[in-house]
């Protein structure tokens, strides 16, 4: 196997892992079993700025609420991998 072939599937990997984190934060934080159709879409409504920013915590993530299927949701949204990170509780 080819070292980019590698490199490829270790990012794949990565990306999945990721998106289970943060399936598994959605559920574990506001009992939502989200899906990855869901997740898409909270990263859409980010990005269309369908949320308010609250936080930059570096160049690439950044911490948003948004509000998804009625529940208020804390997200953290990564733009170089174009997707939610985790969510977090919302203390206001």
Same mark, same amino acid.
């Given at each position: 196997? @080819?070292?980019?072939?590698? =490199? %490829?599937?270790? %990012? =794949? *990997? ?6 289970? =984190? /943060?399936?598994?934060? $959605?559920? #574990?934080? &506001?009992? #939502?079993?989200? %899906?990855? $159709? *869901?997740?898409? /879409?909270? @990263? !859409? ?8 920013? +609250? !936080?930059?915590? @570096? ?5 948003? *609420? +948004? %509000?998804?299927?009625?529940? !208020?949701?804390?997200? $953290? &949204? ?7 990170? @985790?969510? &977090?509780?919302?203390?206001?």
């Amino acid at each position: 196997m @080819s070292r980019s072939k590698r =490199h %490829t599937l270790r %990012t =794949h *990997d990565l990306v999945g892992r990721r998106r289970m =984190h /943060a399936l598994r934060r $959605a559920r #574990q934080r &506001y009992g #939502q079993y989200l %899906t990855m $159709a *869901d997740l898409d /879409a909270i @990263s !859409e409504m980010i990005r269309n700025g369908k949320g308010r920013c +609250v !936080e930059v915590k @570096s160049r690439t993530v950044t911490i948003w *609420d +948004v %509000t998804y299927n009625g529940v !208020e949701m804390r997200v $953290a &949204y990564s733009k170089k991998w174009g997707m939610p990170l @985790s969510f &977090y509780e919302v203390y206001d």
